[in-house]
């Protein structure tokens, strides 16, 4: 099969990574992966990927941009999520891995001549852009630089690069040799306790989903194209008892006040005080955005990328028998 594009996946030996590097293999194209150590097991990637294991922030720009060498695109994989509790402030934290790396990466690409770049974000910098009125990116760190990452991938790109952002919401899936981000919430789920969850919903995709979008952005992607990824819309009952359902301990949802989650927030928030943190989401304005339906119409950015429709079930499925140990 004739080699399509040459690929640069900075990030490339994580979830994402890994299946976004399956289809495009898939596709007929070459992938080389910068990654954090230590080394995958041999058998997780096809022999052909050529991997480089180092810390990217402690590379000189000579020898990233060596690497960028020869490129078609550059997939920016890498960075830090909302899961990270920093010292306070927490922005100057979630700028450096979300915003300046960025920085540093597209300006080196565009000077090795690297046509086009994409970068995996967040959905928060969509409702950032569609719900002016919360000032998302004013009372949340981390949604700031999600919002700072696509304006800068932009500008690094300049007219000679083109860039386009995924954003993505929440993921479900598994991969080999790896437990799943979700445990903690899925061992809440089949535990003894209630099921206590806020109001509200989220959209919901496939990690298959996401590697197809990747794919289709590399492929298609305009520049400035910024895309939300949607799936499966859920509210949180759904979600919470479609897991319970699927781990085989079935249960209904109590529906938590919105005032009571707040108060919850607030003590959190006063934990994080005590301690010298900030979170990149903070906790108490937080709240009036979960309990809001965060949902993606995905037909938007289906148009363009063409990833697949697909049943949320299998990939849920996935991800919990993933999470649960088996019994001896």
């Excluded at 960028?68 to 010292?87: C, I, K």
């Excluded at 479900?172 to 899925?186: H, N, Q, R, V, Y």
């Excluded at 919470?240 to 085989?248: F, P």
């Amino acid at each position: 099969m004739e080699v399509k594009l040459k690929i640069l996946l900075i990030g490339g030996t994580g979830f994402l990574g890994y299946y976004a590097t399956k289809e495009l293999i898939a596709c007929g194209h070459q992938v080389k992966i910068l990654a954090l150590p230590p080394e995958p097991p041999s058998e997780l990637f096809p022999s052909e990927v050529e991997i480089h294991l180092a810390d990217m922030s402690k590379l000189t720009d000579e020898r990233l941009q060596s690497l960028l060498h020869g490129n078609d695109v550059v997939v920016f994989a890498a960075g830090v999520d909302d899961r990270v509790t920093p010292r306070k402030p927490a922005y100057p934290f979630f700028s450096k891995h979300n915003v300046e790396s960025v920085r540093r990466v597209f300006t080196l690409a565009r000077a090795a001549g690297v046509r086009r770049g994409i970068v995996l974000g967040s959905y928060f910098a969509y409702f950032d852009r569609i719900w002016p009125e919360m000032k998302l990116s004013t009372h949340h760190p981390y949604i700031r630089s999600r919002v700072e990452q696509v304006k800068t991938a932009i500008e690094a790109g300049g007219n000679d690069m083109i860039v386009s952002i995924l954003e993505l919401p929440y993921i479900f899936g598994s991969m080999p040799g790896k437990t799943p981000l979700w445990k903690p919430l899925i061992s809440y789920i089949t535990s003894s306790f209630p099921l206590l969850y806020p109001a509200g919903g989220t959209a919901c995709v496939s990690v298959t989903q996401v590697a197809q979008a990747i794919r289709g952005a590399v492929e298609h992607g305009e520049p400035g194209g910024c895309y939300p990824i949607g799936g499966t819309n859920l509210t949180w009952i759904q979600l919470m008892e479609e897991i319970s359902r699927l781990a085989g301990k079935p249960k209904r949802v109590i529906t938590l006040p919105t005032w009571l989650v707040k108060v919850g927030a607030w003590c959190l928030k006063i934990v994080h005080e005590i301690k010298g943190l900030e979170s990149g989401l903070e906790p108490v304005a937080f709240i009036d955005l979960q309990t809001r339906n965060t949902f993606i119409d995905p037909r938007v950015s289906q148009t363009t990328l063409h990833y697949n429709e697909e049943n949320l079930t299998q990939a849920l499925t996935d991800t919990v028998l993933a999470c649960i140990k088996p019994k001896d």
